[in-house]
Each structure stands twice: as structure tokens, then as C-alpha cells.
């Protein structure tokens, strides 16, 4: 069983990669949140290793300016797994443009090792 | 990528087996939707193998008596990956007393191999 605040702080920095755009800041977060044989898999992308996933966000972040990503409720974890939600949004807006759920096994050390990304668009309002 | 009518067999049959109480019956879904080498968890119990997550429900339905749960909304997969969540309910109720979320890795035939599942009590109405 992993501690709650390093989940916390994991996901955080999952999140803060993924809105970094300065590489070599994200590179440090990467390092931060991923195992070094992690794996990541959305249904439009997938990335293996920590190399191979910021290299992967890299390209997304190029295909998909002017957002961000905020966590949406905190992070559901027991055992080595975890979930949690996020919204993607126009930077700056409180306009959700897509809802992802996010799962992944935790090392003992508190990084993540296989993410599997699902994503929904929100109903209209 | 698996069929979406095949996961969707598969997540009926899942939800059937949880629900079946006459063992034959249950072994004979739990046979059908799990691969002979899955692996389940959740924050409750876990089960390995099919034999020994069939154990596990009967288990989990002694402890529960007079308990159903009901697909709650059209699973989501891609990939060699599901999700899909659920509502346990008193049976022939309508009182959501417990919702699931499910997630679990896919077989090329269509089976559950990794089940990770995470409960949430619903906000009181």
C-alpha cells in the first residue's frame, strides 16, 4: 500500500508533465513520476519508458496547443493501483473540452509503471 | 483491438458471474470471461486463476447476501483495455448502495486477463 501523499504528489507531477512545456522541465518531471520501464497506452498514443512517454508527450503537447490538463477529484488508490480523472481545457478556461480516466500500477516507490488512458467528451451542457 | 460486442458479451458475463449464485452456473461464467491465468483485485480481496476468483465471489456473495450489481453505462475499451463501472444495488431495488469501477486487460479472444477494481460510496442524495 502506497501513502496517500505520494500518490497525491505522484499524479500532481503526472499532470505537471504533461502541461510543461519547457523539455527539459519535463523531462525532470517524467523522471519524477515514471518508473524507467513504464509503459503508457491512450487510445490515440503510446509511449515505453521515460524516454520513449516524454518523447510521446512532446508530440501531443505539438499536436494540442494552448491547453491543460487539471485533476478532477482526488486520486483513488488501493493495493499498487491507482485511478483518477482529469479535464483538458482551453489553458486559462473553466471550459472541460474532454474528460480523461486515467489507471496505473504504482512501484513501491511511488511511480508510476503502466498508465492506461481512456477519454470521453463531456456531454453538451 | 477486440470487438466492441465481444467486450460487451464479456462485461454481461462478468457481471452475470458476480450475480450468479448457483455455483455450477457461476464457475461455468467465470470460466467463460476469465483467462485460466487472471488476476484479480480490489480493495476487499483478490483472486488468481480462474478457479481461485471463483472461490473469491462465492465469498464475496456469502458475505453480501441479497445484493445484484447492474452495468452502469456502455463499457469503454480500446486497445487490449476496458473500463466500465457499476451500481451495487440491493436486489430489486433501485438504491444505488455501492458504485464500481472496473478496469481490466483484454485477451485476443475476448477474455479478462488483469481485473483492478475500485469502489466509491455514492454522495448521499
Same mark, same amino acid.
Given at each position: 500500500?502506497?501513502? #496517500?501523499?505520494?500518490?497525491?504528489?505522484?499524479?500532481?507531477?503526472?499532470?505537471?508533465?504533461?502541461?510543461?512545456?519547457?523539455?527539459? %522541465?519535463? %523531462?525532470?518531471?517524467?523522471?519524477?513520476?515514471?518508473?524507467?520501464?513504464? #509503459?503508457?497506452? !491512450?487510445?490515440?498514443?503510446?509511449? #515505453?519508458?521515460? !524516454?520513449?512517454?516524454?518523447?510521446?508527450?512532446?508530440?501531443?503537447?505539438?499536436?494540442?496547443?494552448?491547453?491543460?490538463?487539471?485533476?478532477?477529484?482526488?486520486?483513488?488508490?488501493?493495493?499498487?493501483?491507482?485511478?483518477?480523472?482529469?479535464?483538458?481545457?482551453?489553458?486559462?478556461?473553466?471550459?472541460?473540452?474532454?474528460?480523461?480516466?486515467?489507471?496505473?500500477?504504482?512501484?513501491?516507490?511511488?511511480?508510476?509503471?503502466?498508465?492506461?488512458?481512456?477519454?470521453?467528451?463531456?456531454?453538451?451542457?
Amino acid at each position: 500500500m502506497i501513502a #496517500t501523499e505520494n500518490i497525491t504528489n505522484t499524479v500532481d507531477a503526472y499532470l505537471a508533465a504533461w502541461n510543461e512545456r519547457v523539455p527539459e %522541465r519535463r %523531462r525532470a518531471l517524467v523522471a519524477e513520476v515514471f518508473a524507467d520501464d513504464a #509503459t503508457y497506452v !491512450d487510445p490515440a498514443r503510446t509511449g #515505453t519508458g521515460a !524516454d520513449g512517454i516524454d518523447a510521446m508527450i512532446g508530440a501531443a503537447q505539438d499536436e494540442h496547443p494552448g491547453v491543460e490538463l487539471i485533476l478532477a477529484g482526488a486520486p483513488d488508490h488501493h493495493n499498487t493501483h491507482v485511478r483518477f480523472s482529469w479535464h483538458l481545457r482551453p489553458a486559462g478556461t473553466d471550459t472541460v473540452a474532454l474528460i480523461g480516466h486515467d489507471y496505473a500500477s504504482v512501484t513501491p516507490d511511488g511511480r508510476l509503471k503502466d498508465v492506461v488512458g481512456f477519454v470521453e467528451v463531456p456531454e453538451a451542457a
